[in-house]
């Protein structure tokens, strides 16, 4: 059998979970995740995982918040006052949007709170700061 190495494409079938248990992405009923280790595509932690192991093999993992999605960035929340924000834009706690910044790049926000003097935007990856747990099984070696 063939070990999974740096430079090999695979594929794999995952479940990631938080520490509490609550899944939140699997592939089990869907199409399976194929990547290349090494290059960069998936979160490092989830990728290095697979590495060493043989097609058929399981096994699970926990990835701290700095192999995963990073740590949640204080930075990246920001407070706008109302009259900031366009008023033909609804702003709801949870609700993604798009926003554009001043060089032009386009970031995706969650809308975080929301009183009547102002709304907060949070920037970070709703996973970023947390431990994932994940339930992974290598189906391929190529």
């Known amino acids: 059998m063939t070990k999974a190495k ?3 494409t695979v594929k794999i079938q995952y479940t990631g979970k938080l520490e509490d248990g609550t899944v939140f992405e699997t592939s089990t009923d869907g199409e399976p995740l194929q990547f290349t280790i ?17 097609p058929g093999e399981s096994k699970t993992v926990k990835i701290p918040s700095d ?6 960035r204080k930075e990246m929340v920001m407070e706008l006052n109302r009259n900031q924000v366009p008023e033909n834009i609804k702003t709801e706690v ?14 995706l926000v969650r809308v ?5 003097s102002s709304v907060t935007f949070d920037a970070n990856h709703p996973l970023a700061g947390k431990d994932l747990t994940f339930d ?7």
Do not use: C, F, W
């Open 6 to 8: 740096n430079g090999d």
């Open 67 to 72: 192999k995963g999605y990073g740590p949640h």
């Open 94 to 107: 949870g609700q993604q949007l798009q926003m554009t910044k001043p060089d032009g790049q386009i970031l």
């Open 112 to 116: 975080t709170d929301v009183s009547e």
């Open 136 to 142: 992974i099984k290598l189906l391929e070696v190529a």
């Open 38 to 54: 090494g290059a960069r595509k998936i979160m490092p932690g989830l990728e290095q995982a697979v590495v060493g192991m043989n």
